[in-house]
């Protein structure tokens, strides 16, 4: 079945580290898409990408990076710059064109400790 | 600027009554608008969402949606809640700015009570 995988589910990390969030989708999407959900506050995006080797600021993108290396592919890097990095992180993809909606991934939340 | 209004963030309502679920938005173009739903540490599934033609859009675990142009709203319906309904639902309008991008609500928390 096609799909979007987030992994690991779960993450721990000590302040300071960089961390790196998976994100791949069997779905043939073009756009990929990081979202920051804090409780109270909805959804955040961080990056966006439509192609593969392009990708675009969102609303919340300090202390973050993404690549977009392959297709399928477009991992989060929480650098040490990010001040609250601890949060729940949502991977969407998207077929061009509006009318289609996104497809989620089930989430990773991140405890930094 | 564009945008997505959810009205409440909590709404709580008794197991059998209707669930409404407010969603307005702003935008100068006809927009695709969705609603998703999700579940305490999950992500967000589609509910049903709106494109062209019938204004009246049915969706999954039986919730329904209108499109009303006049009033620039897209609300959220389920005639007869159910314990299992209680989750977050979001609403999201077509960004008219770009092909592909969806702007979203800050989401309404739906509690049942028995």
């Known amino acids: 079945d096609g799909g979007i995988t987030q992994s690991p589910k779960y993450l721990f990390r000590k302040e300071g580290q960089n961390v790196t969030l998976s994100c791949e989708q069997n779905l043939n999407h073009d756009a990929m898409y990081w979202y920051r959900q804090d409780p109270g506050q909805g959804l955040r995006l961080i990056y966006y990408?439509?192609?593969?080797?392009?990708?675009q600021k969102g609303d919340i993108a300090e202390g973050y990076s993404v690549s977009r290396e392959k297709k399928e592919s477009f991992p989060l890097t929480v650098t040490s710059a990010q001040k609250n990095p601890t949060a729940f992180y949502l991977c969407?993809?998207?077929?061009?064109?509006?009318?289609?909606?996104?497809?989620f991934g089930s989430g990773t939340r991140l405890t930094v400790v | 600027a564009q945008s997505v209004t959810q009205l409440g963030s909590h709404v709580s309502v008794s197991e059998g009554a209707l669930v409404l679920l407010r969603c307005n938005y702003s935008s100068s173009v006809p927009p695709y608008l969705f609603w998703y739903v999700q579940y305490p540490n999950q992500g967000l599934q589609l509910l049903l969402k709106?494109?062209?033609?019938?204004?009246l859009v049915k969706g999954i675990n039986g919730f329904e949606a209108e499109f009303k142009k006049s009033e620039t709203s897209f609300h959220l319906t389920k005639p007869s809640a159910h314990m299992s309904d209680a989750a977050e639902y979001f609403c999201a309008v077509s960004d008219e700015d770009s092909s592909y991008k969806l702007i979203f609500g800050s989401g309404t928390r739906l509690l049942v009570r028995p």
């Open positions: 709106y494109t062209t033609g019938a204004t």
């Open positions: 969407a993809s998207s077929m061009t064109g509006t009318g289609y909606g996104y497809t």
């Open positions: 990408s439509q192609i593969v080797n392009d990708f």
